[in-house]
T-cell receptor, first 114, second 114 residues
Framework: EAQVTQNPRYLITVTGKKLTVTCSQN?????MSWYRQDPGLGLRQIYY???????DKGDVPEGYKVSRKEKRNFPLILESPSPNQTSLYFC?????????????FGPGTRLTVL | GNSVTQMEGPVTLSEEAFLTINCTYT??????LFWYVQYPGEGLQLLLK?????DKGSNKGFEATYRKETTSFHLEKGSVQVSDSAVYFC?????????????FGAGTRLAVHP
């Protein structure tokens, strides 16, 4: 089954304690993205990757890092989480190209930073 | 810049009522337009899309028509069901810098009561 998986699904942590949210897709997609979803703001892109070792900032990258060492994986790293990073996070993937390619979303990770 | 504006929710309807969720956009050129749905506890799923002016996207009884003259992509359904209760996101996609970027509206929560 084609899917995007994220782990963990729920996480409660404290300020300053480094954490990583994993994302994996089994569709051999080139493009992967991370979004955060906040009430009244919709989804905002944090980082994206166009292929292995190619990453770039989205609209709200501050406080986050990513890496793309393998095509299927795109982890999101919070080196020193703060309460304003409490949010619902989604990973997404899609095929490369200008064509009509659908973006597939993971189930989400709800993060609470105390 | 590119942006999407949706009507604020929540929208509360009785079963079998008619649904309209308004969406307007600002973009240069000719973006593709999408409606995504997020059921409770799940990630986003593509509901329907339209890639050029006057196209009508449809799925599961929902419809939306790409109106370039009014820069709108309103979502409609003739008779809603309790199972349609979810958050609906309007989005546009622009191909820019070698990447298909999705820009989301804030989302509209729909609650359907028996």
């Amino acid at each position: 089954e084609a899917q995007v998986t994220q782990n963990p699904r729920y996480l409660i942590t404290v300020t300053g304690k480094k954490l990583t949210v994993t994302c994996s897709q089994n569709m051999n997609h080139e493009y992967m993205s991370w979004y955060r979803q906040d009430p009244g703001l919709g989804l905002r892109q944090i980082y994206y990757s166009m292929n292995v070792e190619v990453t770039d900032k989205g609209d709200v990258p501050e406080g986050y890092k990513v890496s793309r060492k393998e095509k299927r994986n795109f982890p999101l790293i919070l080196e020193s989480p703060s309460p304003n990073q409490t949010s619902l996070y989604f990973c997404a993937s899609t095929r490369a190209g200008q064509g009509r390619n659908e973006q597939f979303f993971g189930p989400g990770t709800r993060l609470t930073v105390l | 810049g590119n942006s999407v504006t949706q009507m604020e929710g929540p929208v509360t309807l009785s079963e079998e009522a008619f649904l309209t969720i308004n969406c307007t956009y600002t973009a240069t050129g000719y973006p593709s337009l999408f409606w995504y749905v997020q059921y409770p506890g799940e990630g986003l799923q593509l509901l329907l899309k339209a890639t050029k002016a006057d196209d009508k996207g449809s799925n599961k009884g929902f419809e939306a028509t790409y109106r370039k003259e009014t820069t709108s992509f309103h979502l409609e359904k003739g008779s809603v069901q309790v199972s349609d209760s979810a958050v609906y996101f309007c989005a546009l996609r622009k191909f820019s810098g070698g990447y298909n970027k999705l820009i989301f509206g804030a989302g509209t929560r729909l609650a359907v009561h028996p």
